[in-house]
């Protein structure tokens, strides 16, 4: 699936990422919390043309080609108030409608798809429109309904910095500052040991530029197998 990230206007650090005390995940908090907005945008997933994971942080449109799967796209409205965040999601089509407590219609051949995720100090709680019933998923642990639906939210269940700050804690490995397609980025690595000699790292690339939003994200676990799952995701800008 490919995910093209949501650049929000937020407030900027002013500092020196190699010499400042503030670590580049702290930067990170200190500009989300000042975030007030609410944002109304389309998700979908597809294809795109063989040998073009190398292009994907340059992201060349006269050489990348991608094909929307149709019955993917969700219309998604997300919001924060500095502390919380919130989704609601819903699959796109033109009929009838009906009206959720924020005033948000969606059609009700698809009631069963929309939902409503709340998520913030370790703590998400998701409901599908129209069902009483609610999950609550604690420190960590959280649901699928947030996938690569809203910003920072980038492949199943993983929420950034919620889920790599309870993976790793919040002292990174090492901190060094590289460039990405010739972007100056820092980089915080994190790993931590897995049973039978297997690891797991993540490597944050984090942008001053644009106030310290992760500008290309990589994870690496190693299997017994002696394979490895591999993911990443890159800012895109259209």
């Given at each position: 699936m490919?995910?093209?990230?949501?650049?929000l206007?937020?407030l900027?650090?002013?500092?020196n990422?190699?010499?400042?005390?503030v670590?580049?995940v702290d930067?990170?908090?200190s500009?989300?919390i000042?975030i007030?907005?609410?944002i109304?945008?389309?998700v979908?997933?597809?294809t795109?043309t063989s040998?073009?994971?190398?292009?994907l942080?340059?992201w060349?449109k006269?050489?990348l080609?991608?094909?929307e799967?149709?019955?993917?796209r969700r219309?998604?409205?997300w919001s924060s108030?500095?502390?919380t965040?919130?989704?609601?999601?819903?699959?796109?089509?033109k009929s009838n409608?009906?009206v959720?407590?924020?005033?948000?219609?969606i059609?009700?051949?698809?009631?069963?798809?929309?939902i409503?995720?709340?998520?913030?100090?370790?703590?998400?709680?998701?409901h599908?429109?129209?069902s009483?019933?609610l999950?609550?998923?604690?420190?960590?642990?959280?649901g699928l309904?947030?996938?690569g639906?809203?910003?920072?939210?980038?492949w199943g269940t993983f929420?950034?910095p919620?889920?790599?700050?309870?993976?790793f804690?919040r002292k990174?490995?090492?901190?060094?500052?590289t460039?990405?397609y010739s972007i100056p980025?820092?980089?915080?690595?994190?790993?931590r040991d897995?049973?039978?000699?297997c690891?797991?790292?993540?490597q944050?690339?984090y942008?001053?530029?644009i106030?310290f939003?992760?500008r290309?994200v990589?994870?690496?676990a190693t299997?017994?197998?002696k394979q490895?799952?591999?993911?990443?995701?890159?800012r895109?800008?259209e």
């Amino acid at each position: 699936m490919i995910v093209v990230m949501i650049n929000l206007a937020i407030l900027a650090i002013s500092q020196n990422p190699s010499t400042s005390p503030v670590s580049p995940v702290d930067a990170y908090f200190s500009n989300m919390i000042n975030i007030k907005a609410k944002i109304t945008y389309t998700v979908s997933s597809g294809t795109i043309t063989s040998g073009a994971i190398g292009l994907l942080k340059s992201w060349p449109k006269d050489e990348l080609v991608f094909v929307e799967r149709p019955s993917s796209r969700r219309r998604c409205t997300w919001s924060s108030d500095g502390k919380t965040q919130s989704l609601f999601s819903f699959h796109e089509h033109k009929s009838n409608h009906i009206v959720d407590t924020n005033n948000n219609h969606i059609s009700p051949l698809h009631e069963s798809n929309a939902i409503e995720v709340l998520w913030g100090g370790g703590i998400q709680a998701e409901h599908k429109v129209g069902s009483p019933d609610l999950n609550v998923f604690y420190h960590g642990n959280a649901g699928l309904a947030l996938r690569g639906r809203a910003p920072n939210c980038w492949w199943g269940t993983f929420r950034f910095p919620d889920s790599m700050l309870e993976e790793f804690g919040r002292k990174p490995n090492s901190v060094h500052e590289t460039e990405v397609y010739s972007i100056p980025t820092v980089v915080e690595v994190y790993q931590r040991d897995l049973p039978d000699n297997c690891w797991y790292r993540i490597q944050i690339y984090y942008d001053p530029s644009i106030m310290f939003l992760p500008r290309y994200v990589r994870s690496v676990a190693t299997l017994p197998s002696k394979q490895c799952i591999v993911k990443e995701m890159c800012r895109v800008e259209e």
